[in-house]
């Protein structure tokens, strides 16, 4: 799964190893500092399902009613027992269960399937029990059930009878059907099934297509005549196949799966595999069979149906095992011209990824259909991807370069799941980042295959860097973490499982070599293809590869790797260098943004691989790998170091960790950054970002740090450079901003940003490329965060030309730079431009649109229009944008955003938990991750043990607000003077000749001219 971008906020994390449930009351009322939130409560019962009973096959028919928003269903799984048992327990939400269920022994003769058939089995006699006793049951939900036989299939569906159960079965009694906690059917028998014998149980159920995002779930869309369409949709990842047929619904329970779905002849159906066979329903005209091929061994949170009428591009490929496969993009037809990128690059992944792996796709069709309501990006539903409209479908004419990135990296990911989590997958959802981790990684490689020019491994680094911030929190939590109920199951699903597990993988690529790398993964891949695996099978799988190469005989992959995954955050090396002797220690820190971390964190020690170049080596010759291995706490080292050069730790920022130096070294780093000598942008971002970090948490002087930005004063072109200055100045920016020097930041600001605008005619000519446009727009955005004049009234004069169009539609707005414009036009205008986009965004039907547009509305400083947006997003806006009206502006929006979050708690909860597991938390994140002051956050802690039951599912984000906040907070006290007064004196010394000649002319005859064939790069 791919989580939605836009509203992931990127303050990650907490954690704790602990479970708990939702009913427990702990007695505390008030906020605990010294434990996170929700860990006093007692650890929770283990709610899995025994492993006794397996499943190997699922035949589901499956009968779904849109118009009456029901579905029938009956499905026969066959199961087997490894031991004795009277109890077969397997999971069901909210499904009606009849009481006629039946549970047959299974007695094979010539059992014709669709692909293959079956070889007559002696039945045990042995194995049959009769019995008729009675158990007593207290739970709520009890049928008392009757013998009976299993009928045959019914004649309408013959041609594709896979069960033809010959006339002499046995049955076992099934005594009672239970719901219990945990979701859990519980089945009663009457004898014990024997071990090692095949059963079929046989259940019919029904339920509503639900009005949510998971489960099977309805999806409305408007056509061209503007009629509303329904469709049904599938999202059953983590826990939601129980939502829509009773099953086995935990990653390790694989099996077969067979499925039928009756449907009206007008719609189309999609699955997992081909169709096989259509046939009419008897009875019922215009209704129609739809019959799918048996699927290959695969677990239930994969298993996905689609009912339709959608339009569809089509291609194929010649796959590694010479199999030509058909990939379909599907989308509603009137966006049917922007499914062409996804279709022009899903061939070109799906090859790439083969070469690489060394393993063919496993299925014979791919479709890839883009859900008008859709929860989070994409979903990697083996053979039938799901996206939401903005991360499949690309407008070549009006898309933007972000748009297109995005599309890319989504299908990329997507597409890596079909071997990394699909063909292999997680044993249980503490591995979950095995999935993810690596689908995340492979997405990078993938991207840079297809458009090199991008260069995603800059992007790759900048994501790191991005998380090293939230992953230094006090609650943090380590890549692998232990899932025991699936109510924690959702919180697993974070930049810690996605971002983390890749770079922890880059790290490994980078220290055993791509070339071990690949084949390890190959050996992976094979051996536990239609399996389960655990993260230490993945390792295992690298030691075969490198235990041949002399340079790594004597690393431990497992225990390497164990270091990382299983600890929570990540270490500083500092390095003390001794210029006398050439000596140079390294030692090993926990590197947490808190004064008091925990002291069992404190004890961690990694296994660190070492790069390091100094900087009289010329760039060409710096190697990225490893030169030495810190395993201790630390290790001194003699290197022939030339006093006046700096060393350089970290080459390429790949390890995944920080560094600090004494205080020569850092002079002498940043006098090279200054005088060129440093000229790598990858080294010049992490120099800044590991001192921003450094000073942060007072191991480094700000000094150093703010002295580093300077380094772009004079103009700098590259895009992670400015994205990682501007990303620690934006922490900066939101803790000074209610402080008297905020004037000071925001001239310093100006001043950074001159040189470079200019050279980039302040955004008004073509970009060159999409990197340029994503830097220009970054640029932009922040001379006008920082209230530059000339941005802002350039800014406000577009957006006026916009609203004096006669056909809105003719949006003279350059696109890649509208999300800028209409945020401005919002925050500085009033209830006009409010009501002109509102309008706009109500009655267009394009998703790109109406993202853009809800997510730039909240920026309005005006309270009754806030009020106005957090209404609607509880009753009229569509489901998937609803979230996105509650990104307000920091501080005094979020505040009215918060009041009205405490005071409606109960519908707004409800709305959204309604909906997924996920938006209700990233709402909490938005509204509570940028608290600044004691008030606010007395404010959070009190409401989060009010509704403590409600919120125990989202402790993990609770705690890593409350972390955040207590940081800013020590944070303004500690550093906001002494900040302010250095903005100050720089700004006394450098202004006097230069602020005016800075600021451009402001000219109203410039135009920016773009012609549409040119705004974006054509694919390649
Ligand atoms: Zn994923």
Not at 12 to 26: A, F, G, P
Not at 262 to 282: C, G, R
Not at 729 to 744: A, D, E, V
Request: aromatic share 10%; with cysteine.
């Amino acid at each position: 799964m791919w989580p939605n971008t836009i509203l992931i906020i990127s303050l990650i994390l907490v954690m704790d190893c602990y479970s708990k449930t939702i009913s427990q009351n702990s007695g505390h009322d008030f906020w605990d500092e010294t434990e996170p939130f929700g860990q006093s409560t007692a650890v929770a019962a283990d709610l899995r399902l025994p492993k006794s009973v397996q499943p190997s096959f699922y035949r589901l028919k499956l009968k779904a009613d849109l118009e009456k928003s029901k579905f029938t269903g009956d499905i026969y799984i066959t199961i087997k027992a490894n031991e004795k048992v009277k109890e077969i327990i397997l999971h069901s939400k909210g499904l009606i269960i009849d009481k006629n269920a039946t549970l047959t022994e299974q007695i094979y003769e010539n059992v014709q399937t669709i692909q293959s058939s079956k070889v007559k089995r002696q039945v045990n006699e042995s194995s049959i029990e009769s019995t008729s006793q009675n158990t007593t049951n207290n739970d709520v939900t009890e049928f008392p059930m009757l013998n009976s036989t299993l009928e045959s299939e019914p004649a309408t569906i013959s041609p594709v009878n896979t069960q033809v159960i010959h006339s002499n079965v046995r049955n076992i009694k099934i005594i009672s059907i239970t719901e219990s906690t945990g979701d859990r059917l519980v089945l009663a028998l009457a004898s014990a099934l024997v071990p090692d014998i095949d059963y079929t149980l046989k259940l019919s159920f029904e339920g509503n297509i639900s009005n949510s995002l998971t489960g099977f779930y309805k999806s409305t869309y408007k056509d061209s005549n503007n009629e509303i369409r329904e469709m049904g949709v599938t999202q059953f990842e983590p826990t939601s196949a129980r939502a829509a047929f009773p099953c086995f619904d935990e990653p390790a329970f694989k099996a077969k799966f067979e499925i039928s779905i009756a449907h009206p002849q007008n719609m189309s159906v999609l699955s997992n595999m081909k169709i096989s066979t259509e046939e009419s329903v008897p009875g019922e005209p215009n209704w129609q069979w739809t019959h799918f091929e048996r699927s290959v061994d695969m677990s239930t949170y994969l298993v996905a149906y689609v009912l339709c009428d959608f339009k569809y591009l089509e291609t194929s490929y010649t796959a590694r095992d010479n199999i030509t496969k058909t990939i379909r993009v599907w989308t509603q037809p009137a966006f049917i011209s922007k499914a062409n990128y996804a279709l022009n690059i899903t061939p070109k992944l799906l090859a790439f990824y083969e070469d690489v792996f060394g393993v063919p796709y496993a299925l014979d069709k791919i479709d890839l259909i883009a859900i008008p309501d859709f929860s989070s990006g994409a979903m990697e539903n083996w053979g039938l991807v799901t996206f939401r409209e903005t991360t499949l479908l690309f407008d070549e004419k009006e898309g933007v370069p972000g748009e297109k990135r995005g599309v890319a990296i989504d299908v990329a990911h997507e597409l890596a799941h079909q071997w990394f989590g699909n063909l292999v997958t997680m044993k249980w959802w503490t591995d979950l980042w095995l999935n993810e981790g690596f689908a995340t990684y492979v997405e990078y490689i993938g991207v840079n295959h297809i458009e090199p020019e991008w260069n995603m491994f800059v992007t790759l680094t900048r994501d790191k860097m991005t998380l090293l911030r939230s992953d230094s929190l006090k609650n943090t939590s380590p890549v692998s973490r232990k899932v025991i109920d699936a109510s924690e199951i959702s919180q697993k699903f974070d930049e810690i499982s996605y971002t983390k597990g890749a770079n922890l993988i880059r790290m490994l690529n980078n220290t055993i070599s791509e070339e071990l790398f690949l084949k390890g993964l190959a050996i992976y891949l094979d051996t536990w293809k239609y399996r389960n695996a655990e993260e230490n099978d993945l390792w295992k799988a690298m030691s075969q590869a490198t235990r041949s190469t002399d340079s790594l005989k004597d690393v431990s992959i497992v225990s390497f790797m164990n270091s990382w995954t299983r600890q929570a955050g990540y270490p500083v090396v500092n390095v003390k260098r001794d210029y006398a002797t050439g000596n140079v220690v390294f030692e090993q820190r926990l590197f947490c943004s808190s004064p008091s971390p925990y002291t069992n964190m404190e004890k961690q020690i990694w296994q660190i691989p070492i790069s390091y170049t100094t900087t009289d080596v010329p760039h060409e010759q710096w190697s990225l790998t490893p030169k030495l291995w810190l395993k201790e706490r630390s290790v001194t080292e003699k290197l022939n170091l030339k006093s006046d050069h700096a060393i350089y730790v970290n080459v390429g920022a790949i390890g995944y960790y920080l560094v600090n130096y004494d205080q020569k070294n850092w002079e002498l780093l940043s006098q090279a950054l200054k005088s060129g000598a440093i000229d790598d942008p990858i080294t010049k971002a992490q120099l800044i970002d590991d001192s921003f970090n450094l000073a942060k948490t007072n191991r480094l002087e700000y000094s150093y740090a703010l002295g580093l930005t300077s380094c772009v004063v004079n103009g700098e072109d590259s895009k992670i450079v400015w994205e990682m200055l501007l990303d620690n100045m934006s922490f900066l920016k939101h803790n000074l901003k209610s402080t008297s020097g905020y004037l000071y930041f925001q001239d310093y600001m100006r001043l950074l940003l001159a040189k470079q605008l200019e050279k980039l005619n302040y955004g008004l000519s073509k970009p060159a490329d999409d990197n340029e446009a994503l830097l220009v727009e970054n640029l932009l955005l922040w001379e006008c965060m920082v209230e530059g004049p000339r941005c802002l009234h350039w800014a406000k004069a577009e957006f006026r030309k916009w609203m004096e169009q006669t056909d809105v539609n003719d949006n003279p707005i350059p696109s890649y730079l509208r999300s800028l414009v209409y945020n401005v036009a919002i925050k500085y205008g009033g209830r006009e431009e409010f009501e002109f986009l509102w309008n706009i965004f109500q009655n267009s039907t394009d998703p790109t649109v109406k993202t853009l547009i809800i997510s730039n509305l909240p920026s309005t400083r005006e309270a009754s229009l806030i009020t106005f947006l957090l209404e609607k997003s509880l009753t009229d806006i569509p489901k998937q944008y609803a979230a996105l009206a509650w990104s307000t502006d920091v501080p005094a929006s979020t505040r009215l955003a918060q009041n009205f979050l405490i005071n409606n708690f109960d519908r707004v909860y409800q709305v959204f938990t309604n909906l997924d597991s996920f938006t209700f938390p990233n709402i909490l994140n938005m509204v509570f991750g940028f608290i600044s002051d004691t008030d606010e956050l007395d404010k959070l802690k009190r409401f989060a043990l009010q509704h403590k039951e409600k919120l125990l599912p989202m402790s993990q984000t609770l705690q890593k607000i409350v972390d955040s906040a207590n940081l800013r907070i020590t944070w303004i006290r500690k550093y906001s003077l002494g900040i302010n007064e250095w903005f100050k004196n720089y700004m006394q010394e450098h202004t006097q000749q230069n602020t005016t000649t800075v600021e451009p002319e402001w000219t109203q005859n410039i135009t920016i001219s773009i012609s549409d064939s040119n705004t974006t790069a054509s694919s390649r």
